[in-house]
């Protein structure tokens, strides 16, 4: 149950600070949660293959937020 709350804060942090990056590539609050919980597995998914580490909680934004603005690029890009 923590580790739920948990990754909804650092997805809640990281779909806002990537909706403010993109400028307008937010698609509200909901879905920037929503879109930062999925970020944190894109992110460590990327960060992976990159052989990046980032440790600690500030890690932990910091790559789930990478990975919001990927999927945020992506959104926009299949928009137009």
Do not use: P
């Not at 590539?25 to 929503?34: A, D």
């Amino acid at each position: 149950m923590e580790g739920c709350l948990a990754a909804i804060l650092i997805g809640l942090i990281a779909g806002y600070v990537a909706g403010k990056i993109m400028k307008g590539g937010g698609l509200g609050c909901l879905w920037n949660v929503i879109l930062g919980v999925i970020g944190g597995l894109v992110g460590n998914w990327l960060f992976t293959l990159l052989d990046i580490s980032w440790g600690g909680l500030l890690g932990q934004i910091g790559t789930a937020t990478v990975g919001a603005i990927v999927i945020l690029w992506m959104a926009g890009m299949i928009k137009k």
